[in-house]
């Protein structure tokens, strides 16, 4: 046991900046770049083609879930149509996964095999 005559108790100061500390302040440059480069990577939400599912359904989904107007999801669902797939939006994972597992879950409630997907944007 240590005899407590002999212990140096720190003071605050000691606590809080340390003997060897030296105070920098950040420049605004460090902290913009940093910034920039830690932006959550975005991903690609996409609609596969399919020949059952109807297209009016398609485009109700892309308006409910993807707020677009009618004429942007008739781009969309055309896309999708010609093209086998078409891109709804690009968002955080987060916001995309769930949107995947929506738009799967809807198509599925009403016994459609459309099929939502995402990957990375790069």
């Not at 902290?31 to 920039?36: F, G, L, R, T, Y």
């Not at 055309?78 to 968002?91: D, F, S």
């Amino acid at each position: 046991m240590t005899d407590s005559r002999h212990f140096h108790r720190p003071v605050i100061a000691d606590i809080v900046a340390g003997p060897q500390t030296t105070h920098r302040p950040l420049e605004t440059e460090e902290v913009s770049e940093q910034a920039i480069s830690d932006e959550p990577p975005m991903y690609r939400v996409l609609l596969l083609n399919d020949d059952f599912t109807p297209m009016d359904f398609v485009v109700q989904i892309l308006m409910q879930l993807f707020g677009m107007t009618f004429d942007q999801a008739n781009v969309v669902m055309l896309e999708v149509h010609h093209n086998g797939r078409g891109v709804c939006g690009e968002y955080t994972r987060e916001i995309a996964e769930t949107r995947v597992s929506q738009v799967n879950q809807i198509a599925r409630e009403h016994e459609y095999p459309l099929m939502c997907v995402m990957e990375r944007a790069e």
